[in-house]
């Protein structure tokens, strides 16, 4: 899906080599723990989703040119390491965050900026109601999952959802359910680009190696790139009219251990993902997520 970037994107410093679109179900994370500094996006791999890097080359113009190419992630990846040979780290100086964090921002606010990145929930934080943050929870073969970790890049999102989303106790299963309450509107795809100083290559990396190859793609003014990191659904979710259940309880199974209750995140459906609610990217506070593929 080749759309208009948000004019963060577009104005940031550097040579554009790609734009990216990530969604699905996924944690993005900003690790400013390494002096470079990148985004971590962190897929869980459960039997009821696939993981997905489609690429569109695009000429100088931002058009198509040829036909996407997908490719298949295998879920015994590990980590996935997508970077460029001459990238810039210039716009981490505008941007310490990542993208645009307004550290006031409340979702039910009427000025918000629709790309901020306050609108991804927050695993970490306290804005569903499930108690305390305890740990990412480690690697295990009964949780498979595929760490990204995206350099020279800038993230942002590309507009909040239409309608508000409802937060309800999980082991209750409804999205009006004693207890539940509107979380207000959520985000919609987290979209990026890849910054670099001059023409060179984007580089794919996939630990475990042998599972997964794809050839560095060469970029210059007048050839980049559209790619689209997707972790989706295969199964149709559960409907309650009109709300669609979403995938935030398996976070819950798969990536944080919480001391309170954990919750469900009703949605009413909209965009590509209209059949199955909310499967859109969530956040995380903390400073990495690393821990997710370490034993």
């Not at 309450?181 to 580089?203: D, K, Q, S, Y």
Request: contains cysteine; aromatic residues 8%.
């Amino acid at each position: 899906m080749v759309f208009e970037l948000p004019p963060v994107l577009t104005s940031a410093p550097g040579l554009r080599a790609a734009e990216l679109v990530i969604d699905g179900l996924s944690v993005c994370c900003f690790n400013s723990t390494n002096a470079e500094r990148f985004w971590e996006v962190a897929y869980p791999r459960p039997d009821n989703h696939e993981l997905h890097i489609t690429i569109q080359r695009l000429n100088g113009a931002g058009q198509p040119v040829g036909q996407p190419v997908t490719h298949r992630i295998d879920a015994l990846v590990n980590r996935i390491s997508i970077s460029l040979t001459n990238g810039s780290l210039e716009h981490y100086n505008q941007f310490p965050h990542g993208g645009p964090a307004d550290p006031e921002f409340h979702r039910r606010a009427a000025d918000n900026d629709r790309h901020d990145l306050g609108w991804l929930i927050d695993l970490k934080g306290h804005e569903l109601g499930h108690g305390n943050f305890l740990r990412l929870m480690p690697k295990h073969p009964s949780r498979p999952l595929s760490l990204a970790n995206i350099r020279h890049s800038l993230f942002c999102v590309l507009k909040p959802e239409d309608e508000e989303v409802r937060i309800s106790p999980r082991s209750k299963n409804k999205p009006n359910a004693p207890h539940s309450f509107p979380l207000g509107r959520t985000n919609t795809e987290v979209v990026g680009v890849l910054l670099a100083t001059r023409p060179g290559e984007i580089r794919f990396d996939f630990l475990p190696e042998g599972l997964n190859r794809i050839d560095p793609l060469p970029h210059d003014q007048n050839t980049r790139y559209h790619i689209d990191i997707i972790n989706s659904d295969t199964l149709d979710a559960q409907h309650e009219p009109p709300w669609v259940k979403g995938d935030l309880y398996l976070f819950y199974d798969k990536v944080i251990a919480v001391d309170g209750i954990q919750k469900d995140l009703w949605a009413i459906p909209g965009g590509r993902f209209a059949p199955d609610g909310d499967c859109h990217s969530t956040g995380f506070s903390g400073a990495t997520l690393e821990p997710l593929i370490q034993p």
